[in-house]
């Protein structure tokens, strides 16, 4: 039987071909297939073989037997080659083993700098040559100005920038022999080394090979040595000219190694000059949107987030427009790049908005001018762009090269390089993508893409690594107020200002019926959860949105190649590689009348279709950052703290009142304990935050806060949905934001079900706004769900969960007989020389000094039989001369501090204090200015009592000697007995296990 119908199918990589395999399986007219096998010598197949059984896949049909053994001497010990995969690449691209300078596409990268030793043995037919310009002839073949401009052109110095008179820009061509009559060189060294790397001759038995030989590289000098011949300035008029020329020449890639100074230059002088370097750079790169610049980050050890933070710009490296890399240095350890030299910190400057991704950038071997010996070893981000831009060269090659550049390319390559490198978790929160570039991978993605027409997306993490502690289908908002301007969706922007953070309890994907409709930039996330890896499809389906006020994000990619069908509909087709969670982003400006309803074919179903598929995922526990001592029992309440008000049109619909009222140190009037927090009406609620009887102040009627308990560990076998009561309330479990509810009409809401992980506590917050007159209910119950359904809003399945609480930060013991009274202190050397907030050591840790109030008490702050809170070290512990002090006190307390304030006196140094694991007073390392939120009037139940810490750290020698830290009570008066915080045997106790005995431990020394 002839196999008339054969097909041969490659795929670039095992996870392709899998799902080639998952297609071909679904197919009703495909007699068979096999994996196709290759059989080699025995001594071969340890270095050939592959994890199948089968036999080796293949690859490119071009790659089979390519391994590269290259002969430059310096490639052993140049650790950044390897690291990241360059020969991946070549094989990838089919280059020739026998010639590898041989050119295989016309990408060309320009680069942007101080030029190149074009004679160097190691760069000599890296160039790329202008095929319409005559090496050697002296004479402007082209009629571009430049004379024998063969290799690239020079657009700065005297003679060669327009700017000085008498300036001769024909004399400005770089070619072979140019700087024979116009001496135009590589007078710094600089664009030399950067050329070293990303087109040194492989296997030519001499120095280093570069990442793209295969491409050329174009020489665009932009330095002026004559004002600087050490670090010459790049001015902008000459770097528009240069990215004219190289433009106009094919060069879609640009290298760009230059910037301000990020240590010194944020100044309010050089704000306006930044401001304009900013602006002229965004019209530059727009201006050549089929072109992506690749800029280095900077090498000052500062970050880039306060530059944004503060509105400045970092140019080019933080001109927001899609074509712009910004890319910061990684060493040989796949760490951020830094080091102390000059006596100062130097290294990679970074931030996790600001910098996209990494690349090598420490200790690189690289090519050199003469005077240097012709190869130096380097460090910095100069040399971390190149290899990125050469990367992304490689990039466009597979793509099908410059010829099919379109505006939307740049964004393509950026989305493959910060999707495919490898991510490390040293980078995380240091670079946008935490990822260090990997050329193999990079190509593989391309090469997929340009076959296929599908992008392939990053997951974020396996289905079996998650260990979720609350889980729920549901989408995060985080909204954003502003005005659109041009058309940008970066939320950090400084025309935007963070509002709200809301969810919407939605499986699908499916966006309408906005919380916000006008200036508001709205960030929808979630993970997509993908059982079935392969093919999937996007359907957009819009009305009253253009393509330009909204922006989908899957699996890290920005999705900006729309196949457009019509006004309302797009499609774009993904690969899924791997089972797993992978996010999803969507951002919009709203609008009321919008909507994006996004719509899927999976490889289950060629069907348009809205899968239930999207879950918001929290993996945090409750919060034990405030030092529990965690005594038993737990008392089963609820801790409510709130504030009041005159008028409810403050909290009804108000745009952003649960975000500016999310941190629970807002609220400073009132605090009690209740057993349960379910009440039928405002009355009820009323009688149990003031007593029965009791009411607000001043003939109030709104009360706002919220209520905070935790569940004890216990057993779900299902999912909750939880009932809320009330007109204005939000639930958050364990920081995780789950429902909030506005209405003035519906008295209550029920969740969707949320699944809660079983063994551990879970930390309750119920923000509410309520009326005590009125007669709705106010309060949460919760009921067990069936499958994924919740119970009826009405029905009777919702009850009380208050018998299973054991909320942290109180203790309630049967019995206060015995128990030690007053506080527990405890201190511990330090030596840092930066005082930082929330240094001392957990609970547990053994302390170098431990002392009790009132037992141990100075004479000086003696009352009665009791201790003022006025601690000065060098009484209790007088020959101890520590640099730096930690200490921290803490006791189980019932009483309030009077008029809500508590001051902490205290020389160099910091303070804090918390109620009930809540922070309720800040005091930075200026020992002068301070922050209070501390609830002034408490009405606890009998043997409730709430942990109060206090604790601080103090910096130099005079804590030693004079320095005391003082509590103040509500005033400042220290001529009152009252003014300062007294030990009192009524309001606080301590559990057993926090008595200890007065001691220290080699005092003079510790």
Excluded at 9 to 24: N, T
Aim: net charge neutral; glycine share 8%; with cysteine.
């Amino acid at each position: 039987m002839l196999l008339s119908n054969l097909q041969v199918l490659e795929a670039v990589d095992e996870g392709v071909l899998q799902v080639i395999i998952s297609e071909i399986e679904k197919r009703t007219d495909v007699e068979f297939y096999v994996r196709d096998f290759v059989l080699r010598a025995p001594s071969l197949v340890d270095a050939l073989s592959s994890n199948s059984s089968s036999g080796t896949r293949r690859m490119l049909q071009t790659n089979v037997g390519q391994n590269y053994t290259l002969n430059d001497p310096a490639i052993n010990t140049t650790w950044w080659f390897h690291k990241i995969n360059v020969t991946g690449a070549w094989r990838l691209l089919g280059l020739n083993n026998s010639d590898l300078r041989q050119q295989t596409s016309d990408v060309i990268v320009a680069v942007t700098d101080s030029g190149a030793l074009v004679n160097h043995t190691d760069l000599v037919g890296s160039w790329w040559e202008n095929p319409d310009e005559l090496d050697g002839d002296l004479s402007d073949n082209d009629n571009n100005t430049f004379i024998d401009d063969v290799y690239g052109a020079c657009f700065s110095t005297r003679q060669c920038s327009p700017t000085y008179l008498g300036n001769n820009v024909s004399r400005c061509g770089i070619g072979r022999d140019t700087i024979s009559w116009n001496g135009i060189t590589d007078r710094v060294s600089h664009g030399t080394k950067i050329a070293g790397l990303i087109g040194a001759n492989p296997n030519d038995g001499v120095g280093i090979a570069g990442v793209a030989p295969n491409l050329r590289q174009m020489i665009l000098k932009v330095t002026d040595e004559s004002f600087d011949p050490f670090n010459p300035p790049y001015a902008y008029s000459d770097v528009v000219r240069a990215v004219d020329y190289g433009y106009g020449k094919g060069a879609r890639i640009f290298s760009m190694s230059f910037g301000n100074d990020a240590r010194n230059s944020m100044t309010q002088f050089n704000k306006p000059s930044l401001d304009a370097a900013a602006s002229a750079y965004r019209t530059l790169f727009r201006k050549y949107n089929n072109a992506l610049f690749v800029a280095a980050a900077g090498n000052e050890w500062t970050s880039l987030e306060n530059w944004r933070g503060a509105n400045y710009t970092y140019s080019p490296c933080m001109v927001d427009t899609p074509n712009t890399l910004c890319v910061g240095g990684t060493n040989s350890e796949d760490k951020i790049f830094y080091l102390f030299a000059g006596n100062r910190d130097q290294g990679t400057n970074y931030g996790a908005t600001t910098v996209d991704m990494g690349a090598p950038g420490a200790a690189i071997w690289t090519t050199d001018i003469a005077w240097n010996g012709y190869y130096n070893n380097v460090y910095g981000t100069s040399f971390s762009a190149p290899i990125t831009a050469a990367v992304a060269g490689l990039v466009l090659a597979a793509l099908g090269g410059q010829g099919r550049a379109t505006s939307a390319t740049p964004l393509q390559i950026k989305n493959i390089l910060m999707t495919t490198g490898d991510d490390l978790p040293s980078l995380q929160g240091m670079y946008r993508s935490s990822r260090r570039i990997n050329a193999g991978n990079a190509v593989a993605a391309a090469l997929t893409l340009a076959r296929t027409n599908r992008t392939t997306v990053r997951m974020a993490r396996t289905i079996e690594s998650v260990n979720s502690t609350v889980a729920m289908q549901a989408w995060e908002f985080t909204w954003y107020s502003g005005v659109q301007n041009d058309g940008s969706f970066d939320p950090i922007a400084s025309a935007w200002n963070l509002f709200d953070v809301t969810v919407r309890n939605e499986a699908r994907s499916d966006f309408r019926a906005w919380r916000y409709q006008s200036n508001a930039l709205g960030v929808a996330t979630a993970l997509m959860r993908v059982d079935t890896p392969g093919f999937y499809s996007i359907q957009a389906r819009t009305r009253d949105f253009a393509l330009t006020q909204w922006q989908l994000t899957v699996g890290e990619v920005v999705i900006n190649t729309w196949n457009v069908l019509n006004a309302t509909t797009a499609t774009i087709d993904l690969i899924f590689p791997q089972r797993g969670y992978y996010n999803i982003t969507l951002r919009t400006y709203t609008n009321p009348t919008g909507i994006v309803s996004l719509w899927w074919t999976t490889p289950s179903s060629g069907t348009w279709a809205q899968p239930t598929i999207f879950w918001t995922i929290h993996e945090d526990g409750p919060s034990t950052r405030h030092y529990d001592p965690n005594p038993a029992p737990k008392p089963a309440l609820w801790h409510v703290v709130w504030n009041e008000s005159s008028v409810f049109t403050d909290f009804q619909f108000n745009r952003g009142y649960f975000m500016a009222n999310s941190q629970p140190r807002q609220f400073r009037d009132w605090q009690t304990t209740v057993a349960d927090f379910s009440f039928p009406t405002g009355t009820d609620l009323r009688n149990a935050l003031y007593g029965t009887g009791g009411a607000p102040s001043n003939n109030r009627t709104v009360v706002y806060g919220y209520a905070r308990a935790n569940l004890r560990a216990m057993n779900f076998s299902t999912g909750l949905s939880f009932r809320l009561q009330g007109p204005h309330t939000r639930l958050l479990i364990d920081g995780q934001n789950i429902f909030d509810f506005m209405s003035v009409q519906q008295l209550q809401t029920v969740t969707p079900c949320v699944n809660l992980r079983s063994g551990v506590t879970h930390e309750i917050f119920l923000f509410f706004a309520a009326r005590v007159n009125s007669s709705n209910p106010v309060g949460i119950t919760w009921a067990p769900c069936t499958g994924t359904a919740v119970s009826g809003g009405n029905s009777g399945a919702y009850s009380s969960f208050s018998s299973n609480l054991a909320t942290n930060f109180f203790y309630a013991p049967t019995s206060t007989t015995g128990l030690p009274r007053g506080f527990r202190c405890d201190a511990w050397p330090g030596s840092q020389s930066i005082i930082t907030v929330g240094t001392t050591p957990p609970l547990g840790t053994p302390p170098t000094l431990t002392w009790m109030y009132p037992r141990d008490c100075p004479n000086s702050i003696k009352v009665g039989s009791e201790c003022k809170m006025a601690t000065r070290m060098g009484e209790l512990f007088p020959s101890i001369t520590w640099p730096v002090w930690h200490v921290r006190c803490y006791t189980y307390w019932s009483g309030s501090l009077s008029n809500g304030t508590s001051r902490a006196l205290n020389l160099i140094g910091a303070a804090f204090q918390h109620q009930a694991g809540v922070r309720i007073y800040d005091q930075p390392g200026d020992g002068i200015s301070f922050t209070n939120f501390a609830p002034y009037r408490t009405r606890f139940a009998a043997n409730v009592y709430q942990l109060y810490v206090i604790e601080w750290v103090a910096y130099g020698q005079l804590w030693n000697l004079v320095a005391q830290q003082t509590i103040w009570d509500g005033t400042f008066d220290t001529s009152k007995a009252t003014a300062v915080l007294t030990t009192n045997p009524n309001t606080m106790i301590l559990p057993p296990a926090s008595l200890g005995a007065f001691r220290w431990s080699n005092p003079t020394t510790a």
